[in-house]
């Protein structure tokens, strides 16, 4: 008897391959680079990119980098803008609001921790950072005095006053005051210009004469005035004022 032929197997089809994500090949990349040649490879829309996608992870954020930074400016005035600006952009939700405050407040712990330890005078780029990050986003002008020990370490960072758009009373009686409360031999002293235009006033160049030669009374030096803008800072000393 003719045997009957064996019926092949039938075989299953193989699963099709998923599709790769081109946008997670782009975050890689973009991951990677940072990690490799560090934050001054990337673009400020490139940097935000990576912030954003934290906090929108399904959904391709180059878009909403690239519309958020040229209506605010940079990536810092992004970061700092109000809330209720920023959600004025499709897809900014409360959520990209508070990752954007969590990195706010970890750069200024990261500046104020190198600051706060060791000779002030010698980390003044740590300082200049610092003070960047803590002003230069202000809408209104404050007024910030470091107040240091004989070793020029960091006693107390603390506002001193604040005003309206471009100006800010300053008592240089009351920054005194505060100084020997806290047995500080020397001074720093900082505000921002909300307008850009780090250039110091006639009353900031008042002000600051004022202060030195009180504070010289009493044996207390004021080694710098820093004006703090969105793009630059100036300071006293560098440029021959004190």
């Known amino acids: 008897e003719e045997a009957e032929p064996l019926q092949e197997k039938q075989q299953k089809p193989a699963p099709a391959k998923k599709k790769k994500d081109p946008r997670e090949g782009h975050r890689e990349r973009l991951r990677e680079r940072l990690q490799r040649a560090g934050p001054k490879s990337l673009a ?10 934290r906090a929108i992870p399904r959904r391709d954020v180059k878009e909403i980098a690239r519309k958020l930074i040229p209506h605010f400016g940079d990536i810092s005035a992004v970061m700092s803008a109000p809330p209720d600006e920023l959600m004025k952009f499709d897809n900014i939700t409360q959520r990209v609001v508070y990752e954007f405050l969590t990195i706010q407040a970890a750069a200024l712990r990261l500046g104020q921790s190198k600051i706060l330890k060791g000779d002030l005078l010698a980390s003044w780029d740590d300082l200049v950072i610092y003070c960047r990050t803590k002003m ?11 107040f240091l020990d004989k070793q020029n370490r960091v006693i107390a960072d603390e506002v001193m006053g604040r005003g309206t758009v471009d100006h800010t009373p300053v008592y240089s009686r009351e920054v005194l005051k505060r100084a020997l409360a806290l047995n500080a031999t020397a001074l720093i002293i ?7 235009d780090p ?8 002000m600051t004469y004022k202060l030195r030669d009180l504070a ?6 004021l080694h710098d005035h820093l004006i703090i803008a969105r793009g630059e800072v100036l300071s006293f000393k560098s440029q021959g004022l004190l």
Do not use: C, T
């Open 216 to 221: 010289k009374s009493f044996n207390i030096a």
């Open 44 to 53: 400020d829309h490139e940097l935000l990119e990576l912030v954003l996608f």
């Open 190 to 196: 900082a505000h921002n210009h909300p307008s850009g």
């Open 136 to 146: 230069a986003e202000n809408k209104v002008e404050e007024f910030h005095v470091l």
């Open 199 to 206: 250039s110091p006033s006639k009353a900031d160049i008042e």
